[in-house]
């Protein structure tokens, strides 16, 4: 009973976030004159994108090395399959050739929205449900692929240990990123180009005849399906198979012991974990609207390690809370640091390109030392948490 009404208020929360976003987003165009950081083109809305790709890839993260224990950095390697998948199943057939211009076309004549477009129509209502359609099942699509060669690789690596597993796992995306760079394979993945023409999040805005934007959705799209795909982790996090995740990762010879199989459950994790990393491969290709190998570098990976040991390993809360913290940090809070800035005639020392990497570095360094489990531990955001801390702090003042 306690569990349905958590799922209850969660779906309503979530449902609240969403509709929030929908507004937030448009609020410009039903309130004119409103300051700049509510415009489209602001830093705020490219921080809320970011921040929604990486929160599920941070999530997925969290699943395998916070719940499972299983410490392994081959998150950019699965985003890049992810990525590709969906960019060569979505690019239209009329611009193949453009894309694959080097290579004299592309091997794939067709795509997945041209194929629904023979079936619904290409303009109007059937055009936008050939598009929907089309885009939902290239990202599911882009997930099966991640989570397949997610099995192929965990037959051997799994049995590995700690840093050993890491290790494979690094190696595993540094040699996926150079096949996929492979003019070989030009016909496929473009060689090193990158792939473009596919539809990104702001081809979900919807618009009039003319072209004119009506209500935009750029936003809202990430939002949606990071929501979705956390609230299925959450939702495994909480069930049997979770439960044996984390007796794994808290004593395997224990787990072992119960009955439950160690091989099994630590694939099981390894598979839905690349699964979703396939699909933040995806929506990040929308975000920066290509798939190029070159971005998916071993950096990445360690980027999100930090979101999840700076969010707390084995608090999906903490991951999502920490993302955007750190997405706003980079790419938008401390920005002023790398320009010249002058007060008066006076010239602020310091303040030049690349300064605002120090300070972020100072910044992650001071949250480690004063938050060594990191922001929330092992614990969850909740609104009944917030009320009892909120109440506690009351208590304490009388």
């Known amino acids: 009973m306690k569990q349905k009404q958590f ?90 050739e453009q894309v694959y211009y080097l290579f004299g076309g592309c091997a794939l004549k067709s795509s997945i929205i041209d194929a629904l477009s023979g079936i619904f129509g290409t303009s109007g209502q059937g055009g936008a449900i050939s598009m929907i359609l089309g885009c939902l099942i290239a990202l599911i699509l882009a997930g099966c692929v991640a989570a397949f060669f997610a099995y192929l ?39 090193a180009n990158m792939i473009k023409g596919f539809p990104t999040f702001s081809s979900f805005n919807i618009t009039d005849g003319s072209g004119n934007v009506l209500v935009r959705l750029s936003t809202f799209v990430p939002f949606l399906i990071a929501s979705v795909c956390i609230a299925i982790i959450v939702l495994l996090i909480h069930s049997s198979y979770g439960r044996a995740f984390k007796a794994i990762r808290d004593d395997e010879i224990a787990a072992e012991a119960m009955g439950i199989s160690l091989f099994k459950h630590k694939m099981l994790s390894f598979v839905i974990s690349s699964f979703f990393a396939g699909v933040g491969g995806a929506l990040f290709a929308m975000y920066v609207a ?29 991951s999502v809370l920490a993302t955007f913290l750190y997405v706003a940090c980079s790419e938008w ?27 972020f570095s100072i910044v992650i360094m001071v949250i480690v030392l004063f938050f060594s489990q990191g922001i929330m531990g092992n614990n969850e955001l909740s609104l009944s948490g917030l009320m009892k801390l909120v109440s506690g702090k009351r208590e304490r003042k009388q």
């Open 7 to 96: 799922n209850l208020r969660a779906f309503i929360g979530i449902a609240i976030l969403l509709l929030l976003v929908i507004l937030l987003e448009n609020l410009s165009a039903i309130i004119p004159g409103l300051p700049q950081v509510f415009q489209p083109t602001s830093p705020l809305f490219t921080v809320l994108k970011k921040a929604a790709v990486y929160s599920l890839v941070a999530v997925s993260m969290n699943l395998l090395n916070g719940f499972t224990g299983l410490f392994s950095l081959g998150q950019a390697g699965f985003m890049l399959l992810g990525a590709y998948t969906y960019a060569i199943l979505t690019v239209p057939a009329d611009q193949k």
């Open 153 to 191: 690789i965990g037959i051997p690596v799994l049995r590995l240990k700690s840093d050993y597993l890491a290790i494979a796992t690094l190696g595993f995306a540094e040699i996926l990123r150079a096949i996929f760079q492979w003019q070989k394979l030009g016909r496929i993945t473009n060689g």
């Open 290 to 318: 290509n798939a190029q190998a070159k971005a998916f570098t071993s950096v990445m990976t360690y980027e999100i390690l930090l979101i999840v040991v700076i969010g707390g390993i084995g608090s999906v809360s903490g």
């Open 333 to 359: 809070w401390l920005r002023f640091l790398d320009s010249e800035q002058y007060i008066g005639g006076f010239k602020v020392p310091l303040l030049r390109n690349g300064f605002r990497m120090v300070v």
